[in-house]
């Protein structure tokens, strides 16, 4: 099967309008997911500066922030000023045709301008409107401003991430930030599908503690069976062995054999039957239970041969194994630039970049990564006139500073 082509084919969410006043990660990388699959994503920055990506580097590219230009491709850019009474009124007259709408503002802003969800809803009442924060909308800590760092340590993930004994570690990626995008993403998704069944919109919210609480599947699960608090374990899986990173001769290895027929098959591939006959390695509870004698044993075999030379044995025994590669290795991959996840495009400003492709590929409906990241208020006029704004005005709005266009 060879990969879609998205070339003259329909896009999923094609039509969809989205008006996203969210910034940094968590709000842009779910819109970026719903403008790679079609969506009229319409990315509202405020004057000054626009959203407080396009001033996170190193490095900086031509003025432009590379964290920027890899979060907001597929987009357009209009500034608005919310500050000034015309720039509010404006948002409301683009909302009247919007089918979502998403935000990230601290609590009790967007209903001091006039645009929560209630206010929004008499304007368009088959608007979906998420809301995205730190802890959620109600609760004790509704009011309490929420970063990555902060859900990654109040949700537990840094309690059960690195070494034993090491100091606290986060994950190496901002996963609260990026999963809080992807529940985000699919809340909008599923609120779609439901008012293309009922008519109705709806309000959805999703917190960036809550996204990483979600992703503790078992640990949480090992806590309320055991009642014991999970410790941090390195690269080892909490319910099978071995499945975890090894040193070989020249760095490490990953090995998956979690199941007792991957356990069997790994071990004679490696001429270490004397481990099948062990008691402590049995079954995987005895290797759980003894896992830090299997990884001494086990690391006095690959220990004796490159990464390189153990992965083709073990790939060829049919145990699931690979190198910890860095991300110049990973680019390198020829799995994959095979895949089209090395996709390039040109910006006005810094000529070719390079985007992550597309991990959901649909064969029907493709997604396609069209166009970079835009200039601040690049499309202000554009997407004004768009919502019926005559050119007099769009002038008059940018003249009082109710919006910025370049």
Not at 39 to 48: T, Y
Request: net charge negative.
């Amino acid at each position: 099967m060879e990969l879609p082509n998205a070339t003259g084919m329909p896009s999923p969410l094609e039509g969809v309008k989205v008006l996203d006043c969210s910034q940094i990660l968590a709000g842009p990388y779910c819109s970026m997911l719903l403008a790679d699959m079609g969506a009229n994503v319409v990315k509202i920055e405020k004057p000054g500066g626009g959203d407080d990506t396009r001033r996170m580097g190193p490095p900086f590219l031509e003025g432009e922030s590379a964290a920027f230009l890899a979060m907001n491709r597929n987009k357009r850019s209009v500034v608005l000023n919310f500050k000034n009474a015309d720039g509010v009124a404006a948002m409301r007259r683009m909302l009247v045709d919007a089918d979502v709408i998403i935000e990230n503002y601290r609590a009790g802003v967007m209903g001091r301008l006039g645009l929560d969800y209630e206010a929004v809803k008499e304007l368009n009442p088959g608007i979906i409107y998420c809301s995205i924060s730190g802890f959620g909308r109600t609760g004790p800590y509704a009011e309490r401003a929420g970063f990555d760092l902060i859900a990654q340590g109040m949700s537990g993930v840094m309690s059960f991430t690195g070494i034993p004994g090491s100091p606290p570690v986060k994950v190496g990626v901002p996963m609260a930030d990026l999963n809080a995008g992807l529940y985000s993403a699919y809340g909008i998704l599923s609120a779609y599908i439901h008012r293309m069944k009922s008519g109705e919109g709806q309000f959805l919210e999703v917190s960036i503690m809550e996204a990483a609480l979600a992703y503790t599947v078992w640990e949480s699960a090992s806590y309320f069976a055991t009642g014991q608090v999970p410790p941090p374990l390195g690269s080892a899986h909490r319910l099978s062995a071995p499945y975890q990173a090894l040193r070989t001769s020249d760095g490490h290895i990953t090995i998956g054999a979690p199941n007792q027929s991957n356990w069997e098959r790994m071990c004679k591939s490696i001429s270490r039957e004397d481990l099948l006959e062990d008691e402590r390695y049995m079954d995987n509870a005895g290797r759980l239970l003894n896992r830090e004698s299997l990884e001494r044993d086990l690391e006095d075999t690959f220990g004796t041969r490159t990464t390189a030379e153990w992965c083709e044995v073990l790939d060829g025994a049919g145990v699931p194994a690979g190198p910890i590669y860095n991300m110049e290795q990973v680019w390198d991959d020829e799995q994959v630039q095979a895949r089209d996840m090395d996709v390039s495009l040109e910006h006005p400003k810094v000529g070719e970049i390079r985007n992550i492709g597309l991990a959901a590929k649909l064969y029907g409906s493709p997604g396609k990564i069209h166009s970079p990241a835009p200039l601040l208020g690049q499309h202000t006029r554009e997407v004004l006139e768009e919502s019926g704004f005559g050119e007099g005005e769009i002038e008059e709005l940018i003249a009082s500073g109710a919006a910025e266009a370049v």
